[in-house]
């Protein structure tokens, strides 16, 4: 008889998710496409929110959460902070500002849809505890978001081709 050594059926993730477009830029991502980045980026259930603002709340939310007073790409929530004996629902969320979303692509020489894939798995790996504060965090997250944008489709973000 043989055996399968590590290859574990892992379960469906469940994920709860609301995408909020509070502005509606004609090169959105669709609600099934963010469903799937996250899903992609994901290791853990997960209750979160995905919204898609102007450039007046990022710079507010920017600057009320962080102390930075300019819009940015991507802002992360988290809502599950707390050291449980048990795992819950990761609970969080991204707000994407789709000015500076477009023109960072269009700077870069990328698809528009390639950098909010990349936003938002470098978003969902940030509320799962990822960070890039010092140069080895910011190694091993830069190599996840590569790993699973290009299992994606879309070209590594961190390569130097594009």
């Not at 609301?18 to 992609?40: F, G, H, L, N, T």
Request: charged fraction near 30%; aromatic fraction near 6%.
């Amino acid at each position: 008889m043989l055996m399968s050594v590590g290859h574990k059926k892992t379960p469906n993730k469940q994920l709860h998710l609301s995408v909020q477009y509070a502005v509606q830029p004609e090169d959105a991502p669709s609600r099934p496409q963010i469903r799937k980045w996250v899903k992609s980026a994901l290791k853990r259930d997960a209750d979160m929110t995905v919204r898609l603002v102007d450039e007046a709340e990022g710079r507010e939310l920017n600057r009320e959460y962080r102390g930075k007073d300019y819009a940015t790409n991507v802002l992360t929530f988290v809502y599950d902070d707390l050291d449980l004996p048990v795992e819950i629902p990761l609970s969080g969320d991204l707000v994407l500002c789709a000015p500076v979303v477009a023109r960072e692509a269009s700077e870069q020489g990328i698809s528009i849809e390639a950098h909010y894939a990349h936003l938002i798995v470098h978003g969902v790996l940030h509320l799962q505890g990822y960070d890039h504060e010092d140069e080895a965090e910011a190694e091993e997250m830069e190599a996840l978001e590569s790993e699973i944008i290009v299992k994606l489709g879309y070209v590594d973000p961190y390569g130097s081709e594009k």
